[in-house]
């Protein structure tokens, strides 16, 4: 059964925690659960983060469920049994709150935070991104022993970024890993987000419906600037944005296509004293809705 979320990164960023530091958290809940209406939500830096108990009825108190949260991994310099060790919390919480994924994705070298341009990101090679799949599969089977799925979140600024990255680490992977396919980084990336979803569908257990702003998304590779540069200058937003760039009816007519049942979560960063948060999300999830109803994934 299709569910419906978004992620607190839309009032308040975790990456850069200055951006809505000052909407209290009980703004956040009750706009995303009384008043949007979302199913659940994913994590954030302002929610309990060792007492999974706590966590659970935070959001319940809101309507909310606890959809998942991203894990960081550290695969190309630690070993599979450490960052088994390093997991398992996570895995804890995520169990206790009923989640069904775990969103993971490779950070020991990212750029995703750091004042860098996007084009000193890290890459693989052939190899090196065969090597890496093999152990992201290992860590994937650790998480499928405990009734969780590994999904894995392709990102920018990391070693899985643009489309054929995306296509040489599912090759590397399986059938344990599964894919989180964000829309948003999809595009970002250089990509066709309705023809690599169409690839990869049959592996995708997570969906990020993030929309992006092609004239800035321009700007940051014209004007060399960082993840975080793009996020600050706008270059996200949700689906239904008549700014964005991407359609999300194909996407969703291909999700129900094959028979997907899980999470469609809107995970758009922006600046909330330029983009209000209730007005943006809103916006997004009746486009989503509206959608799932045309294309009968709902």
Not at 90 to 105: P, Q, R, S, T
Not at 207 to 227: Q, T
Request: aromatic share 8%; hydrophobic share 40%; net charge negative.
């Amino acid at each position: 059964m299709i569910k419906f979320g978004t992620n607190p990164i839309a009032w308040a960023n975790d990456d850069d925690q200055t951006i809505g530091a000052d909407i209290p958290t009980q703004r956040i809940l009750e706009e995303a659960g009384h008043l949007i209406g979302f199913d659940g939500i994913e994590n954030g830096h302002r929610w309990p983060q060792d007492d999974p108990q706590a966590l659970m009825e935070l959001l319940a108190g809101y309507g909310l469920a606890f959809v998942s949260g991203w894990h960081s991994m550290h695969l190309l310099t630690h070993s599979v049994e450490d960052e088994k060790q390093a997991i398992q919390p996570h895995l804890d919480k995520l169990k206790h709150n009923g989640c069904k994924v775990c969103i993971a994705c490779e950070t020991s070298n990212s750029i995703q935070g750091q004042n860098l341009p996007l084009s000193e990101r890290p890459v693989l090679d052939v190899q090196g991104m065969k090597d890496f799949g093999a152990k992201v599969e290992e860590i994937a089977r650790y998480c499928e022993d405990q009734g969780i799925a590994l999904v894995y979140h392709h990102h920018m600024g990391t070693v899985v970024q643009s489309p054929d990255d995306i296509d040489a680490f599912m090759a590397a992977t399986g059938p344990a890993t599964k894919l989180l396919f964000d829309a948003g980084h999809c595009y970002f990336g250089g990509g066709d987000p309705a023809e690599i979803l169409a690839r990869h569908v049959a592996r995708v257990a997570h969906f990020h419906a993030k929309n992006v702003r092609p004239a800035i998304r321009a700007r940051v590779e014209a004007e060399g600037l960082s993840f975080m540069d793009g996020v600050r200058a706008g270059v996200f937003t949700v689906p239904g944005d008549q700014e964005g760039g991407i359609d999300f009816e194909p996407l969703l007519r291909i999700l129900k296509g094959h028979g997907y049942d899980g999470w469609i979560v809107i995970e758009a960063e922006q600046d909330p004293d330029q983009r209000n948060p209730l007005l943006y999300q809103t916006l997004g999830l009746h486009t989503l809705k509206r959608i799932a109803r045309e294309t009968g994934l709902i």
